[in-house]
């Protein structure tokens, strides 16, 4: 019996392995042998640590052949072993599928419904017919599993192979209810209403229909709940008919009783009836309830940058949540943008007057992105300029969208800081060489903010004299010229930069050179790894990474093998970004390497280059106690990552 197979001939289970031995063992794992290694996993899934056990369980994914999974899988006196064989052959993923396919045959009812938990996990499309087989088989554990699985697959097509279950025995009857409401089945609806007042299946029965939505299940639950108000559980049924309502795109009609029930409930239930019962009234339309409601939702409700689903389809509160003084303004800024042509205008930009909380600008944008005219583009401009610099990079880029009332204002003479008219000029698209003279005509100080915020547009860039400032004040304009050279890839302004970096070397300057690929800046760079402190030293080897080239391949191999580990594991990584066929034999040869990250680099670059050695370091990596590596080796080693 070979090294994978063994099994405890005395019928005892092997005792539990002590933490400490369970970590020497994890960080000797990547460099031992194959066959030592089963033999470690074996022995570390019996510990009960998850993080010693995932990391176990993830290796013997990669190594364990199939044969021995199903040994695993068939040990009736181990439970541990066999629990490992199915999370092993879980996450093998899209490696396992034929294997499970093939175990749902097996004689032994148990591994078929291990095998049917395995399909269940890997969601793939083309176990759907094998699985519908196995509603006949004769386990009724198996059956079960089969009919929750079919519902998580979310194909609809098997929708009447599950009806009839809703008349069998109450275990597969309570799993055809939980699937049919997984598989949103509109036809399910009416057999699924008539077990509502059932005692046991009621409650799954309607959660079912919840989850399948629509107004005929809506009104199914209305009326369930109407007519046994007293004995249901009033935020159970009113949490389900709010998540239906939130889920139609129109109101349905309803009862006054229903919503005299519904209105009580905002008033005199518990906290969560009230939450549930304000969603429902809000979900149904304009109604006298709407005040007291929204302050309902907004007290419960904190999170400004997400619009409460209750809410979507309100546009006739669109006045109300833009004049409010919290969070429920911001809630109006997300409506406006979902219904751009039923936005108040005058409401929305007497809302864009007051102040603004963190986070909302994204919103604000969102808000204007469609909305046009000469009040919006002057509430526009408003904010524009109230906004601290940093910050109006995120609306200038719909300045352009409102050229023409800007313009308007502007020539009407609209009070505006020299700086900030200048800006806006130019990101309407006015002439270039008139922008150039105004910006020669700057103070230093003003000149400067301007070119911070016009940095990305290419045409005045070049027609800048960046020459002459860098040769006249290379440390007042170096950090901007920079900046500009990165957005519009001014390379012909590298040679003054080199120059700069030699005698002033900041992190900006030599991320920039990495940005524009610059390998004349290499010999400098590579100097420079000797002089400068360790955070200076990180960005160059970064840079060198995108860079490339044989000269920055052979300096980062040699920083990679040095003593400093904060290095080597950068040099790593940036030599991963440019390495060649030739590094592949170095990276192969750091797969036990102690530090996670520099393995993590190792993955990506031998399944870059897919021979069979790096296939088989890969193999390695694929068992690696690193969940991230582990990972990404895996994906490597999938039949469809060979294209990539």
Request: overall charge negative.
């Amino acid at each position: 019996m070979d090294t994978e197979s063994k099994s405890n001939k005395s019928g005892k289970r092997p005792e539990e392995p002590v933490w400490q031995e369970c970590i020497e063992l994890l960080d000797r794992l990547p460099a031992l042998p194959r066959e030592e290694r089963i033999t470690a996993i074996q022995r570390l899934v019996r510990n009960s640590s998850p993080g010693i056990r995932s990391r176990a369980l993830r290796m013997g994914a990669a190594l364990l052949s199939d044969d021995t999974l199903t040994q695993y899988l068939r040990n009736d006196a181990d439970d541990v072993l066999r629990n490992a064989g199915l999370e092993m052959l879980k996450m093998r993923g899209g490696r396992g599928f034929t294997l499970a396919v093939n175990l749902l045959r097996d004689p032994d009812p148990d591994v078929s419904l291990q095998a049917v938990l395995v399909l269940d996990h890997l969601k793939d499309p083309r176990a759907l017919e094998p699985l519908r087989a196995q509603l006949r088989h004769s386990d009724p554990n198996v059956q079960q599993g089969v009919i929750v699985s079919i519902g998580h697959m979310g194909d609809a097509r098997s929708i009447p192979d599950l009806l009839p279950f809703l008349e069998a025995d109450p275990w597969l009857q309570l799993a055809a209810v939980e699937a049919l409401g997984d598989l949103r089945a509109p036809a399910a609806v009416a057999p699924l209403s008539e077990l509502l007042t059932d005692l046991m299946v009621g409650p799954l029965a309607a959660e079912a229909l919840a989850r399948i939505g629509g107004t005929r299940a809506f009104h199914c639950l209305a009326n369930h709940w109407l007519r046994f108000e007293e004995e249901l559980e009033p935020e159970t049924s009113l949490g389900l008919l709010a998540h239906v309502l939130e889920g139609l795109r129109r109101p349905p009609a309803v009862t006054e009783a229903f919503r005299s029930a519904l209105d009580r409930h905002l008033e005199e239930g518990n906290a969560s009836s009230r939450w549930a019962a304000a969603r429902c009234l809000v979900a149904l339309g304009p109604g006298a309830e709407d005040e007291s409601a929204l302050e309902l939702l907004a007290d419960r409700y904190k999170d400004a940058l997400l619009l409460p689903a209750c809410l979507a389809h309100r546009v006739d509160l669109l006045p109300v949540l833009l004049s409010a003084d919290d969070h429920r303004r911001a809630w109006g800024f997300l409506l406006a943008a979902q219904h751009p042509k039923q936005v108040p205008v005058a409401e929305l930009t007497r809302s864009l007057a007051g102040p603004l909380e963190s986070g909302w600008l994204e919103l604000v944008v969102a808000a204007l992105k469609k909305l046009r005219g000469p009040a919006v583009a002057a509430a526009l401009l408003d904010l524009f300029v109230r906004l601290p610099i940093p910050e109006r990079a995120v609306l200038a880029p719909l300045l352009p969208d409102h050229k023409k009332h800007l313009t308007e204002l502007l020539v009407d003479g609209k009070d505006l800081p020299t700086e900030t008219e200048l800006v806006v000029r130019a990101r309407l698209g006015e002439a270039p060489r008139r922008i150039l003279e105004r910006i020669g005509t700057l103070p230093l100080s003003s000149r400067l903010k301007v070119l911070a915020q016009l940095s990305d547009q290419a045409a005045l860039m070049r027609g800048l004299p960046w020459q002459e400032w860098l040769d006249r004040d290379p440390s007042t304009y170096g950090p901007v010229a920079v900046e500009a050279t990165v957005e519009v890839g001014l390379r012909e302004l590298a040679p003054t930069l080199r120059r700069l970096l030699a005698s002033e070397p900041t992190v900006e300057l030599i991320r920039a050179m990495g940005e524009l690929g610059d390998r004349e800046s290499v010999p400098t760079l590579v100097k420079l790894l000797g002089t400068v402190d360790a955070g200076h030293r990180a960005v160059i080897l970064e840079s060198l990474g995108r860079i490339g080239g044989p000269e920055v391949r052979a300096t980062l191999r040699r920083v990679a093998k040095g003593t400093d580990p904060d290095q080597s594991r950068i040099a790593f990584k940036a030599l991963s970004l440019c390495a060649t066929e030739e590094d592949d034999q170095f990276f192969r040869e750091a797969v036990g390497h102690g530090d996670w990250y520099v393995r993590l680099s190792c993955a990506e670059v031998l399944g870059r280059f897919q021979r069979p050695d790096n296939l088989a370091a890969l193999a390695q990596l694929a068992s690696d106690p690193s969940t991230i590596v582990a990972q990404r080796a895996l994906a490597y080693l999938e039949p469809e990552a060979g294209g990539r």
